[in-house]
């Protein structure tokens, strides 16, 4: 499984712990293929984002146009977290590739409107964060 694959999986199990309310291993194992083992960066990317959902979310947040967080669609708003997630507590994933990597989720998940939506809050989030480094 490569990362975009193991992002695709991070997606649907953390999109189904917001739904459903269920723990990360009960939403991996129901998105994962039986008997295939669960790739370290899923879990890692999971973990990240749950553990710093507060510090994501302000951050989305601080970048949203007009718009509050529970106005974004809970598909648009995971993709947006776990880039955020990447952007903030990944050293070794460059912010361009953080932001791409969603956009193309978009293209799977999303509308051509989200995916220029998502990307220009990442756009803005990736530029603070540049700023200030």
């Known amino acids: 499984m490569n990362r975009r694959e193991a992002r695709q999986l991070a997606l649907q199990a953390l ?16 998105v994962k293929d039986e008997g295939e ?3 370290p960066f ?4 999971l973990d990240q984002t749950l553990d710093h959902e507060e510090a ?4 989305i947040c601080k970048h949203l146009k007009n718009w ?14 776990l880039a955020v997630c990447e952007i903030m507590y990944f050293d070794d ?22 995916r220029k939506f998502v990307n220009g809050v990442l756009s803005g989030i990736s530029k603070d964060i540049e700023t200030n480094c």
């Open 15 to 30: 999109f189904q712990m917001t739904l459903s309310d269920i723990d990360r291993k009960s939403a991996v194992d129901a």
């Open 37 to 39: 083992p669960v790739n």
């Open 42 to 45: 899923v879990i890692r990317l």
């Open 56 to 59: 994501i979310d302000r951050l």
């Open 68 to 81: 509050s967080l529970d106005r974004v669609g809970n598909i648009d708003k995971t993709i947006l977290r």
């Open 93 to 114: 994933i460059p912010l361009t590739v953080s932001v791409n990597e969603a956009v193309e989720l978009c293209k799977i998940y999303s509308d051509e409107q989200t």
